[in-house]
């Protein structure tokens, strides 16, 4: 607040007495007559010219001068003070910190997980065990793994053991992948994608191919569990994803609730289905954090599999 002036004083006036003054008139009487002569003879009175009475100078006063007004206060050399904003006043204004970051709450417990059986075409051959895992940490950063192997006949004739993982943290729109690996029989292949954030680009092993990167961007294990951040999922969704091979826009399209019964239980799910070059529908658990308990694949060559839960794990 800017310091007011003292008030200027207004001056006196100074009222000067005029002095009045009655000079004085002369009262002499005529002379005394002159002695009597043989005749008689009156004696004139001599004329005395008698000074008339001078009447008393009175000198005006001087005009009386008008006080001079008093001047409005200034500001005493205030620096200065930027507007407050409206119904604010500067005394209540405080320096603006900035705003904590917002990290998403993981919807899960901190370790758990969903088994699987994997089946083959229409028949329901089963041929192998899936596994999804997942951590979520308290610095905010999590882990997630799907881990597929063939089983039975199926891995007699060709053993295989894919095991993907997604590594990365918790931002305010959910999770936002570092790194996505595969391990095939427990050797690292090309399969792999490095995200990074700050200059917006995902890196592709395979060719080192580099794409530009849109906010919610998930990888091939991750957006699974992304799609429970995804607001309205019922009216569709879009979600970039990169699959170590390509990254590619994945259009969700909704096909409605549908009750599903699994091995796992029955669940009331939401149905989802993504068309690239192939077709993968997922049923999404509404009253278990929208977990994935049954998905199916069909490739470009008309092959198909399940993979429908079983077990699910601590994920209460």
Not at 173 to 181: D, E, K, N, W, Y
Not at 222 to 232: A, G, I, T
Not at 252 to 274: C, I, N, W, Y
Request: charged share 25%; no cysteine.
């Amino acid at each position: 607040m800017p310091f007011a002036l003292l008030v200027a004083f207004a001056g006196s006036l100074a009222i000067h007495a005029v002095a009045l003054f009655v000079p004085d008139v002369d009262l002499s009487t005529v002379p005394e007559p002159t002695p009597l002569r043989a005749e008689l003879q009156i004696p004139k009175k001599p004329e005395v010219a008698a000074e008339p009475a001078r009447l008393p100078v009175v000198r005006p006063a001087p005009p009386r001068r008008p006080a001079p007004a008093a001047r409005a206060s200034e500001p005493v050399a205030a620096l200065p003070i930027p507007p407050a904003p409206a119904g604010e006043t500067p005394q209540a204004r405080e320096p603006a910190s900035p705003p904590a970051p917002k990290v998403a709450e993981a919807q899960l417990p901190a370790h758990g997980g969903i088994r699987f059986v994997v089946y083959r075409g229409d028949q329901q051959l089963e041929i192998g065990r899936a596994q999804h895992e997942w951590e979520f940490n308290a610095d905010g950063t999590y882990r997630l793994r799907i881990i597929t192997e063939t089983t039975g006949l199926a891995a007699l004739i060709k053993p295989i053991r894919l095991e993907l993982e997604s590594r990365g943290k918790f931002v305010a729109g959910g999770l936002q992948p570092a790194r996505f690996s595969t391990l095939r029989n427990g050797a690292e292949t090309d399969e792999n994608a490095d995200f990074d954030w700050a200059a917006r680009q995902v890196t592709l092993t395979r060719g080192n191919k580099r794409f530009d990167l849109e906010e919610g961007a998930q990888d091939l294990v991750s957006f699974h569990y992304q799609l429970v951040f995804v607001p309205q999922l019922a009216d569709g969704a879009t979600i970039g994803v990169a699959n170590g091979k390509k990254f590619e826009r994945y259009h969700f399209a909704s096909l409605g609730e549908e009750t599903l019964e699994t091995p796992a239980g029955s669940f009331r799910t939401l149905h989802v289905r993504v068309q690239t070059d192939s077709t993968t529908d997922i049923w999404l658990a509404l009253d278990r954090k929208l977990l994935p308990v049954k998905i199916r694949h069909a490739d470009r060559k008309g092959e198909s599999f399940e993979t429908v839960a079983v077990d699910l794990g601590k994920t209460e």
